[in-house]
């Protein structure tokens, strides 16, 4: 049975960090193209960030050297570092296969919510 498991959100002043976490149940998560993904009030589920087995990363305009992803397959796991962060960050993370077109629909986790607010 496959899950996704995300953590680590809360209330940060703008100029502040986070680090999600997203524990999965391993096979193809461990394995393919991993990304996290963020959905504000009225707007679709973006991509912010994405990393391959072998460790490339890519991340959207809006959070390029801002935000760091990482995994750990051995532990099942893969992090979000957010760093300066903004109001404009303000929305639920999830984590899933990347890109969007590859998404385990019925995976989809509870997400974390992040606000960023002063």
């Known amino acids: 049975q496959v899950h996704l498991v995300e953590s680590g959100g809360g209330l940060v002043q703008p100029g502040g960090s986070l680090r999600l976490s997203c524990a999965h149940s391993?096979?193809?998560?461990?394995?393919?193209?991993m990304g996290w993904y963020r959905q504000a009030p009225g707007k679709q589920r973006e991509l912010v960030a994405g990393?391959?087995?072998?460790?490339?990363?890519n991340y959207a305009d809006s959070v390029k050297g801002r935000f760091t992803i990482s995994r750990d397959d051995a532990k099942n796991s893969v992090y979000l570092q957010m760093d300066n962060l903004k109001p404009e960050d303000t929305a639920v993370y999830y984590c899933?296969?990347?890109?969007?077109?590859?998404?385990?629909?019925?995976?989809w986790g509870q997400g974390t919510q992040v606000t960023v607010s002063s």
């Open positions: 391993g096979g193809v998560f461990s394995i393919y193209v």
């Open positions: 990393i391959t087995k072998g460790g490339t990363t």
């Open positions: 899933n296969l990347a890109p969007i077109t590859t998404v385990l629909d019925h995976a």
